[in-house]
């Protein structure tokens, strides 16, 4: 069984920054790519930024200069370094993954439990 589990969100100021965490545990053989994607309240979820096999990466245009995406396939984690945050980036963060998960080939694809976003002075 694969699991994703993300940390390091909270409350933080206009301008501020934090940095998300993921961690997934469970048999993984290998990455096949990992992401973010936020929830707003009343909004549709919706891609922030996704690393994919041979770190091609991909950003949604509304973070594309002030986030940050980067991975530790060793660890089997991905990060969200998220700078200059603003009041609009304010909703409920998801870590994505797919992974491979057994020798022939078969994968996983599933979400984490998601982790708070709060801009606000």
């Known amino acids: 069984q694969v699991q994703l589990v993300e940390s390091g969100g909270g409350l933080v100021q206009p301008g501020g920054s934090l940095r998300l965490s993921c961690a997934a545990s469970?048999?993984?053989?290998?990455?096949?790519?990992m992401g973010w994607y936020r929830q707003a309240a009343g909004k549709q979820r919706e891609l922030v930024a996704r690393?994919?096999?041979?770190?091609?990466?991909n950003y949604a245009e509304s973070v594309k200069g002030r986030f940050t995406i980067s991975r530790d396939d060793a660890k089997n984690m991905v990060y969200l370094q998220m700078n200059s945050l603003k009041a609009e980036d304010t909703a409920v963060y998801y870590c994505?993954?797919?992974?491979?998960?057994?020798?022939?080939?078969?994968?996983?694809?599933?979400w984490g439990q998601g982790t708070q976003v709060t801009v606000s002075s």
């Open positions: 994505n993954a797919e992974f491979v998960i057994s020798m022939d080939g078969a994968t996983w694809h599933g």
């Open positions: 469970g048999r993984i053989v290998s990455i096949n790519d």
């Open positions: 690393m994919s096999t041979g770190d091609n990466t």
